[in-house]
């Protein structure tokens, strides 16, 4: 049992990889196919991206495939860098610029206004059938100074009041239990498997 996976993100591809061990399903994703080219995410929304990711590639392989798109919300920033957050300091990704650019550009921002959420929409999507659409939300603040080494991405600044660690001060069983990930792929399991016999 495989399922295929339209990331080329290693950060999600190893959590997934994690989720769906524990319920029998291995995963491929796009670090698997370095023939398939990127598909644009002209999307302006989570659903839209995740729907341009999961179709393109459904269609290019005939067969299902499920997309992540996720991202920072943060209230001071007006929701921002929202869907940009992987390109937030610009292409190609890159980390360490990107929690760079948002500390900086919460300087000065006192805790109780430093609060945001990570956002996960999936897609899965299968030649000639209506997509699967779930998505997970998951509140915190932005800290002050990076802390963890776990985890992916803007981690390291992402303070969870209720643990009082940064998601990446998580080990990665935590992490994927309360996480926007975690929320979204617990969603699409009570639909996935009825959905891929219609
Ligand atoms: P793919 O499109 O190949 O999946 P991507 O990184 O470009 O990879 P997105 O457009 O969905 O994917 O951007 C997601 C970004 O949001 C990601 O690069 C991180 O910066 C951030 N992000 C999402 N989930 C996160 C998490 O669990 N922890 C930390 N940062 C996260």
Known sequence: KTIVIAT???????????IFAE???KIKTLLDYPDIPDVEETGK???????LKAETIADLLKQPVLADDS????????????IFSARFAGEPTNNAANNAKLLH???GIPKEKRTAR???TLVFAAPDKESLVVEGNWSGEIGT???GDHGFGYDPLFFVPEEQKTAAELSDERKNE????????????????NWLKN
């Open 23 to 25: 319920k029998g399903y």
């Open 105 to 107: 550009e919460l300087t």
């Open 178 to 193: 309360i996480s926007h990930r975690g929320k979204a792929v617990a969603k699409l399991r009570n639909q996935w498997e």
């Open 118 to 120: 990570f956002h996960c």
């Open 8 to 18: 080329r993100n290693p950060g999600k591809a190893k959590e997934f990889t994690k």
């Open 45 to 51: 929304t989570f659903e839209e991206n995740a729907r």
């Open 145 to 147: 100074i990076p802390r």
């Open 71 to 82: 991202g920072l919300i943060v209230d001071a920033l007006d929701g921002r860098p929202g």
